[in-house]
């Protein structure tokens, strides 16, 4: 047991992060002050709330591509109410913003549950379907700064106990769904139905519904990301986002989700999370073009995917060793 | 997944029935239907040369359906296609400003294009990674790669003879591209329907592992069909710089979604193993056509976007909706 926790994919990876920022230090000392890495978890916020949402997806084997369209439309939608209604209180927004995302991420759900349509070209298509119903919403305007009440762009912001909301949020969400994936039966229905749908359903699992509740669970927070991405942005328009989608999904797969599904922690996808973020930080501090950012996650992407199925047959391996060894 | 139970009729249907009923017929109805409204909603319609226009709507994009078409009938998927697109321009771009002619910038495309396919091909085949996550992978690293290269710059000054690919017309509004559309739309007919290649695709899509024991060399077809759709994405990519006349990172955005619809449209499984070239030749020209009769209303790309993702999902929920709406009323 010691052995496989020193080996685990979160310990591997927290080292990975370490050696990252050692590396960045040794020639920017000021990237590793507490302050700078309070802004670099700030910022990666978002990604770490989606990304949890895409690893609950992703472990039912299914893909969730319209996240980022998801937090662009959730992020127009309070934005546009905020102009509408000054006046409407934060929490109301919030609660409205996660039920928004929810309710889009039920579209989801609900076509790969009931048709049966495979989760890719349900969310490639919702994708652009949200996209376009931003640029009718908003008839192709921005949102900009002025036009938003205080209120609203205040709130991520706010520092309680040396850290902002939005980060407080993350976190908040990291443990919340600790929790949920490891001490409910719907948290443990998700790993049931991707590691063996079959079994799942002998066991009374219904996997078409726990399927349907991994895109509501994700829809919501990427609902959430949406109205922190525009408070703390200040700023809601057509392309917001775009491309994000893809982000998330490294960050799964650097964070060990097995992307055939069953496998993958909430740990697992906040670490995925947190190395990108430190590197697209780090980009413009070492002078590299943010340009490089795209291709970084790509390759990203296309490593931790070879490394994750290498890992599994070395598994695969050690299992039939102590096999022979029990005989 | 949920119905085990399907509905078996008691008997095959005549094969006129079947013809009648296909997938294929259907579309071509579709196609007529939106080209007889499209001619009433504008007058501009019925013009041979903005037909003609129209055509250049999906000509690109069909090029690389129809690989991509036997590449999902095999079970896997290709979304790089359009960042492929990117590189190979950039490639060529690159290659314009040392002093290269038309005959080596063509090269430089299909071989950029063969390059990335291959690249694809190995990490699935090879490496046995699926391939929805290695051409997600990919499809970010190669734009990324135009994206290093040219930031937020644009490569211009194509050779004036390269223009022929995307702007030249081999007879009176005949563009050469539609001439390369026909041609290709014969030969992959005829490599998906006529040849054993093509039945060894719809073989591994139905069932790998019976293939593998049937004596096809199913990592060795895969390989072929993503250097195909590489091969494919640098011929569309030649076309495409060469209509534009310029290359910028963002050239063909969002064109896998495009194409794939397109395939799924045309009656391609998207669990893989059937389909027809037929079929997304006839989604090729419905997708132009509904695209360029909204573009004749002034309605905006991003709009069509919409009609473009409902389509997709469309095509495949309707269907099932039938399905279980016959099953239910056969139980009754």
């Known amino acids: 047991m010691s052995k496989q926790a020193l080996m685990s994919r979160e310990l591997l990876l927290t080292g990975a992060i370490i050696l990252l920022l050692g590396i960045i230090a040794s020639r920017f000392p000021a990237f590793i002050a507490p302050g700078n890495l309070v802004n670099v978890f700030n910022d990666t916020a978002p990604l770490i709330l989606l990304a949890i949402g895409q690893m609950i997806v992703i472990l039912t084997r299914c893909i969730d591509l319209s996240v980022a369209a998801n937090l662009a439309l959730t992020g127009m939608v309070v934005a546009m109410l905020n102009v509408a209604m000054p006046g409407l209180p934060v929490p109301v927004i919030i609660a409205l913003a996660i039920t928004f995302g929810a309710v889009l991420g039920m579209f989801n759900g609900v076509l790969v549950w009931k048709l049966a349509i495979p989760p890719i070209v349900v969310t490639l298509g919702t994708m652009t379907i949200f996209r376009g119903i931003i640029f009718l919403l908003s008839e192709g305007r921005w949102i900009n700064a002025h036009q938003l009440s205080d209120a609203f762009k205040a709130f991520p912001r706010t520092v309680l106990l040396g850290l902002p909301v939005m980060s407080w949020i993350a976190l908040g969400a990291v443990v919340l769904f600790v929790v949920v994936m490891n001490r409910t039966s719907l948290g443990r229905a998700f790993y049931a139905a991707g590691g063996n749908p079959h079994a799942a359903t002998y066991a009374g699992i219904n996997v078409g519904r726990t399927q349907f509740w991994a895109f509501t669970i994700s829809g919501a927070l990427s609902g959430l990301a949406g109205y922190l991405w525009v408070s703390r942005f200040a700023v809601a328009f057509v392309d917001l986002a775009r491309g994000f989608e893809l982000t998330v999904v490294a960050a799964c797969v650097i964070g060990g989700v097995a992307i055939m599904g069953g496998s993958g922690t909430v740990l697992g996808a906040m670490l995925g999370a947190l190395f990108l973020g430190i590197i697209s930080n780090a980009l413009p501090v070492v002078s590299i073009s943010p340009f490089w950012q795209l291709a970084i996650s790509g390759s990203a992407i296309i490593i931790a995917v070879a490394l994750n199925a290498s890992a599994n047959r070395k598994k695969g391996r050690i299992i039939l060793k102590r096999a022979e060894q029990a005989t | ?332």
Not at chain 2, 203 to 210: E, H, L, R, W
Not at chain 2, 316 to 322: C, G, H, V
Request: hydrophobic share 55%; proline share 4%; net charge positive.
């Open chain 2, 1 to 332: 997944m949920n119905d085990t139970t399907r509905f078996i009729p008691d008997r095959l249907r005549s094969p006129l029935e079947q013809r009648i009923k296909s997938w294929e017929t259907l579309l071509l109805a579709v196609a007529i239907a939106i080209f007889i409204v499209n001619s009433f909603m504008s007058p501009f319609f019925l013009n041979a040369w903005n037909l003609s226009d129209m055509t250049f709507n999906f000509t690109e994009k069909a090029m690389v359906a129809f690989a991509m078409a036997l590449l999902i009938i095999s079970g896997e998927i290709d979304l790089s296609v359009a960042s492929i697109i990117a590189l190979v321009s950039t490639a060529m771009g690159a290659a314009v400003q040392i002093g290269v002619g038309t005959p080596g910038l063509v090269l430089i495309g299909l071989g950029v294009g063969l390059v990335c396919g291959a690249f694809n091909g190995f990490l699935v085949t090879r490496m046995g990674l699926p391939s929805i996550v290695v051409t997600i992978g990919t499809m970010s690293l190669f734009r990324g790669i135009s994206y290093i290269i040219l930031g937020d710059q644009a490569f211009r000054g194509y050779p004036p003879d390269f223009a022929f690919f995307g702007q030249g017309y081999v007879f009176w509004v005949i563009s050469f591209e539609l001439v390369l559309f026909a041609v290709l739309a014969l030969i992959y007919y005829v490599v998906l329907h006529r040849t054993n290649f093509g039945r060894a695709v719809y073989a591994i899509g139905n069932n790998p592992v019976a293939a593998e024991f049937s004596g096809i060399r199913v990592a060795r077809v895969k390989f072929i069909l993503f250097l195909l759709t590489g091969l494919m994405s640098g011929i569309a990519a030649i076309c495409l710089t060469s209509r534009l006349g310029s290359t910028r990172p963002s050239i063909a955005f969002g064109w896998e979604l495009e194409i794939v619809t397109m395939v799924v449209l045309g009656g391609v499984s998207i669990l893989g193993g059937s389909g027809s070239i037929p079929g997304v030749v006839i989604a090729a020209f419905v997708m132009g056509l509904v695209t360029f009769g909204l573009g004749l209303l002034n309605v905006p790309g991003i709009v069509m976007s919409i009609v473009i993702g409902a389509l997709l999902i469309g095509v495949i929920a309707l269907p099932r909706l039938w399905e279980r709406w016959r099953l239910q009323a056969a139980k009754r």
